[in-house]
């Protein structure tokens, strides 16, 4: 089956970066585009990046577009997010999902940008 693993979340500073990776398995990883949601407490999941299946089209909700930088390893079934100049509205639950209308979750790995 479809399995999304997140990690590489945590605490940082604002203007800190962090890196996000996401392990897929279940799946032919590179035939599929990749995407990164987040979900804020009391707010939506929404998109946040999206990579082709190829790695060479990439798009970005406005909101962390110049900040934040999708990319995969299709060698290592890995998705990254690159997340640069974190602001504290970027504190949310962060998933990967499969293409943008998979439906399976991984766990989320929680991004929180305080001082």
């Known amino acids: 089956q479809v399995q999304l693993v997140e990690s590489g979340g945590g605490l940082v500073q604002p203007g800190g970066s962090l890196r996000l990776s996401c392990a897929a398995s279940?799946?032919?990883?590179?035939?599929?585009?990749l995407s990164w949601y987040r979900q804020a407490p009391g707010k939506e999941r929404e998109l946040v990046a999206v990579?082709?299946?190829?790695?060479?089209?990439?798009t970005y909700a406005d909101s962390v577009k110049g900040r934040f930088t999708i990319s995969r390893d299709n060698a290592k079934n890995t998705v990254y997010l690159q997340m640069n100049s974190l602001k504290p509205e970027d504190t949310a639950v962060y998933y990967c999902?499969?293409?943008?209308?998979?439906?399976?979750w991984g766990q989320g790995t929680q991004v929180t940008v305080s001082s």
């Open positions: 279940g799946f032919p990883f590179s035939s599929y585009m």
């Open positions: 990579i082709s299946s190829t790695g060479g089209t990439l």
């Open positions: 999902r499969r293409g943008t209308s998979g439906t399976t």
